[in-house]
């Protein structure tokens, strides 16, 4: 059974830094898939960055290039965000996110072709 817990959420001024956590069941690294979605009220939920396991190739959607860094400690059995100067814009519930169903979405952050989320953690950035 697959299980991905999140963390780290928080509330944070712009400008702000916060790491999200991801606790991932172990034995689920054989995918190549794994990455972080968010989803504000009111709008669908947009893949942010994205980390292919066996190549470690990453890929960030163009707001948050620079700014996000994902990265993955198998030894921990974790997936990280870091997010760096926060823009209000940046507010959203955010989900960790793995496992690759018909293709592989690790370039595409394709959102339907995920198989497996966790529950989400909550970002807000004021002003």
């Known amino acids: 059974h697959v299980q991905l817990v999140e963390s780290g959420g928080g509330s944070v001024q712009a400008g702000g830094s916060l790491k999200l956590s991801c606790a991932v069941s172990?034995?689920?690294?054989?995918?190549?898939?794994w990455g972080w979605f968010r989803q504000a009220p009111g709008q669908e939920r947009e893949g942010v960055a994205s980390i292919g396991f066996r190549t470690g190739r990453t890929t960030y959607i163009d707001s948050v290039k620079g700014r996000f860094t994902i990265s993955r400690d198998t030894a921990k059995n974790a997936l990280y965000l870091q997010m760096n100067s926060l823009q209000l814009a940046d507010t959203a519930m955010y989900y960790c996110?793995?496992?690759?169903?018909?293709?592989?979405?690790?370039?595409?952050?394709?959102?339907?072709?995920?198989?497996?989320w966790g529950q989400g953690t909550q970002v807000t950035v004021s002003s």
């Open positions: 172990p034995y689920t690294w054989s995918t190549n898939c």
């Open positions: 996110a793995a496992g690759c169903r018909d293709i592989d979405w690790v370039e595409s952050l394709d959102s339907d072709n995920v198989n497996y």
